[in-house]
Nanobody, 130 residues
Framework: QVQLVESGGGSVQAGGSLRLACKISEYYDNDKCMGWFRQAPGKEREGIGSIAFNGDRTYYSDYADSVKGRFTISQDNALNTLYLQMNSLKPEDSAVYYC????????????????????WGQGTQVTVSS
């Protein structure tokens, strides 16, 4: 069973930065497809970025237009941790943020479609004040 535990959420002023971390359990494949999602009150959970990788090599990445150029997903293979670096934060970025994972099949294609992901963390709150 793959387990994911997020950390790093908090409150920040607009224009600030936060880095979220997602600790990945050891019971997961070497080839990984993972994503970051967020859900604001009264809104659908949206995929903001996804990445397919093995160790420190990335084979696919995809970001929502709303975060492109501001958010970056990275991984630390030694720590079994996925990160979401968030810069130039805006009040509309306020949400509960989730990391998610699924098993890859025949390719590195790893789009940020919520219905494709099988494993989810518990979420961490990010609040951006103006």
């Amino acid at each position: 069973q793959v387990q994911l535990v997020e950390s790093g959420g908090g409150s920040v002023q607009a224009g600030g930065s936060l880095r979220l971390a997602c600790k990945i359990s050891e019971y997961y494949d070497n080839d990984k497809c993972m994503g970051w999602f967020r859900q604001a009150p009264g809104k659908e959970r949206e995929g903001i970025g996804s990445i397919a990788f093995n160790g420190d090599r990335t084979y696919y990445s995809d970001y929502a237009d709303s975060v492109k150029g501001r958010f970056t997903i990275s991984q630390d293979n030694a720590l079994n941790t996925l990160y979401l670096q968030m810069n130039s934060l805006k009040p509309e970025d306020s949400a509960v943020y989730y990391c998610a994972a699924r098993r890859l099949s025949d390719s590195w294609y790893c789009p940020r479609r919520r219905q494709d992901f099988d494993y989810w963390g518990q979420g961490t709150q990010v609040t951006v004040s103006s």
